[in-house]
């Protein structure tokens, strides 16, 4: 089983080798790591080249400019060749080096479409500290209603699902991964497992959580997510996920 895992990158050069060594060292073999550059003027593609050319790995490099991070997002998804597709971001990293052979061998068990698991977030200055854990354990599609997904990095769908469900939406400035979720557990109907694994170190800072703007823009385009899947929800229904974070309980 091919195991795909798409890295978007734009002057990623500081952090995109921890990320790239972190595939490397996987203990699964068959791996085909993408990387979907949005035309970078850093050192990005000698990282790329240098790991391309030491690891042995199968590494596909592709630098041009694109509308943002779910259309390098989509580019990379059409041209995966692996039978099942993850997201791995730029700036964040494996926790372990058994991440994919742990989801290939879920795959192989068991008749599922998806898996999730876990993931943690690192202090940008010193990535051996966590910062807040992210559980996917109770999860349920329901969830959905009020803002809670999967943790994204941590999942990993079949690659005919991406085909049946569609590309992500271009039009959500950051909410489009999940637009996906929901249209995945809600339209597609997957069959997904959780796996209680910790599957991704993320540095803190990302575009979501950047400011008090960014929060409403994703309130707003949750909202939206559910309504255009014909999914009741609400703002306030969405803002419960906000207590979570605030008290530091673990989803």
């Known amino acids: 089983m091919k195991i795909s895992i798409i890295t978007v990158t734009y002057n990623s050069g500081a952090t995109l080798a921890d990320t790239m060594a972190s595939v490397v060292r996987q203990d699964y073999a068959d791996i085909e790591h993408l990387v979907i550059d949005g035309g970078s003027t850093d050192n990005t593609k000698d990282i790329v080249e240098k790991y391309r050319r030491e690891s042995g790995r199968n590494i596909v490099f592709v630098s041009e400019k694109d509308e943002g991070i779910y259309d390098a997002m989509n580019k990379g998804i059409a041209m995966a060749t692996g039978d099942v597709v993850g997201i791995l971001n730029s700036d964040d990293f494996f926790t372990s080096d058994d991440v994919i052979s742990t989801v290939a061998g879920a795959f192989a068990r068991e008749d599922i479409d998806a898996v999730y698991g876990?993931?943690?977030?690192?202090?940008?200055?010193?990535?051996?500290?966590?910062?807040?854990?992210?559980?996917?354990?109770?999860?349920?599609?329901?969830?959905?209603?009020?803002?809670?997904?999967?943790?994204?990095?941590?999942?990993?769908?079949?690659?005919?699902?991406?085909?049946?469900?569609?590309?992500?939406?271009?039009?959500?400035?950051?909410?489009?991964?999940?637009?996906?979720?929901?249209?995945?557990?809600?339209?597609?109907?997957?069959?997904?497992?959780?796996?209680?694994?910790?599957?991704?170190?993320?540095?803190?800072?990302?575009?979501?959580?950047?400011?008090?703007?960014?929060?409403?823009t994703l309130i707003s385009e949750d909202v939206r997510a559910c309504r255009e899947n014909g999914i009741y929800t609400n703002r306030l229904m969405i803002c419960t996920k906000f207590l979570y974070k605030i008290f530091g309980l673990r989803f």
């Open 118 to 216: 876990d993931v943690h977030y690192v202090s940008a200055e010193n990535t051996a500290k966590c910062v807040r854990y992210y559980s996917s354990r109770l999860f349920r599609p329901f969830w959905l209603r009020f803002g809670f997904m999967p943790a994204h990095p941590s999942f990993y769908v079949k690659r005919q699902k991406y085909d049946e469900a569609g590309g992500y939406k271009l039009d959500y400035k950051i909410g489009a991964d999940y637009e996906m979720m929901v249209r995945m557990f809600f339209i597609e109907k997957i069959k997904a497992k959780y796996i209680s694994k910790d599957f991704v170190s993320m540095r803190t800072g990302g575009v979501s959580n950047r400011n008090l703007k960014s929060r409403l």
